[in-house]
DNA sequence: GAAATATTCAAGTGTTCTATTGATTACTGG
DNA sequence: CCAGTAATCAATAGAACACTTGAATATTTC
C-alpha cells in the first residue's frame, strides 16, 4: 500500500513517539536511572525502585517494547539491562536538559540537602586530582554487584548496608568522599550522615559512575 | 515539611517526567521538529503539521508546561519557538536514538523512498566538498521564513510553491542537491520528483539545517 | 513430583490524555 | 465601535495508561 506523505510522517512520527511514551512516567525513568548502574532482576528493581513486583514488571515491558531495555532469563530470575550505552545516554541527556529548563529540580535537591546537611560536595575533576595526590580515601557505598559492573578506579567497595560494621577500614586522619548512583540517589547522603556521626571527615561527590565516564573519565571492571 | 528520601525521588522523579511527558505524543514531536526550523505562529505550526488549531495550541501548552518552547506575542499573533539549542539538540538525540534502536523507522524510509523513486542521497560532508569546487547547486526548498532564520551557506532559497516558476534560474548543466528539514521532510522529495520531471539531474540531501550545524558546520541567518 | 519462588498474565478501576466542538477573548483595521 | 481574525478556553467522548489484585506459568530444589 502507498504511503501519502501525511501517512509517511505520521508512521516515522509514532516511531519516535514509541521512544518518547516510555519516557513518560517518572516510575520508568527511575528505573532507567538504576539500569545504568548495570543489569538488575525484576525482583532488584521492584524493591529498588519502591514499587509492587508486578507493576515493575509491566513497566519493564514497556521500556522492552520501545527496545530501551532487553531481558535474559538466568533459571528463576529474569535480568534486565539498558539495551545498549546509548541509552543511558540519552538518559542522562534528558537528566541535563530537565535541570537546565527545569528551575524546580535545583529548588527540591537544595532543600532535601540542606536538611540532610549535605550540601558540601567535591567535582569529579577536582576528587580526580587529590585522588592522585593521595589526599583522599574514595568509597563506593553502591550495592556490591553495581560496584562490580564498573566504579571508579581506586574506590573502596563498602555498601551502605555494612558501612557501620566496616568503620575500623577507614582512615580517621583522611578525607574519605563518598558516592554512588548520582546526583538524585540517597545512598552517599546517607553514608555521609553516618560517617561524620562517627567522627570521619566525609563529603559527598554528586556524579556517579555514568556520569564519570560522560566525563571521558576511566572506569574500572571488576573481573 | 521535609523530605523522606522517597518523597525527594519521587519529587526528583516527577520532574524528569514532565520532559518525558511531553515528548510522549507524535504530534508534540514532530512540532519540536518543525520548531528546530526556527519560530513559528501556531497558525502555521497548525497547517504544517496538519491537525486543528485548537489541538496545536493545546499541545503547544503543554510543550510550554515543560519548558521546551516559549510564545511571545506580536499583535494578533503568537509566535512559539523553542526554549533553546539545547531543547533541539536533544530532539535530535531522540531521534538518533529511535533511529538507532527501532529498525522500523529505515523501513518505513525505506519503502516510501523507493515509491518516490528518491532513494538517492548526498551526504553533508560530500556536499560541502562538491560546493566547495562549484560543482553542484544547492537549493533550500523550506518556505522562505525559515530559510532566512537559517540556511547552509551557498545555498538558494526557492520554496517548493514558487519551484515550477523559478525553473529557469536553475542550471542544467550542474547537478541540483535540494535538501529542506531533515530526513523525514517531504518537501525536498516533491522538488526532486519535479526537477527530474522537468529534465534536470537533481539529488536529495537528508541533512536539514540543524543537523547540519549539529555536525558543526556554519549556517548563515538573513539579516 | 511437590513445594517454593520469580515472573508474567489478566482483569478491573480510577485517572489522565487526545482530539473535537463551539464559545470566548484579544487584538487590528476600517 | 464593529467586523474579522488568531488564539485560547471549556466541555466532552473515547482511548490509553498506571496501579492493584489474584491467578497462571516456569524453573529450581528437595
Known sequence: MPYSNRKFKDAIYEQFGRIGKALASPKRLEMMDL???GPKTVETLSRQADQTLANTSQHLQVLRAARLVESEKNGLYVTYRLADDNVCRFYQAL???AESRLFEIAAITREF???RDSLELVKSDELALRMHRGEVT????RPTDEFESGHIPGAISVPLAELESRLAELPRDQQIVAYCRGPYCVLSVEAIS???KKGFRAVRMEDGVSDWKAAGLPVDIAE
Open 35 to 37: 539500569l545504568c548502574q
Open 95 to 97: 537528566r541535563a536538559l
Open 113 to 115: 540537602m540542606e536538611q
Open 138 to 141: 574514595l568509597l563506593d557505598v
Open 194 to 196: 553516618v560517617l561524620r
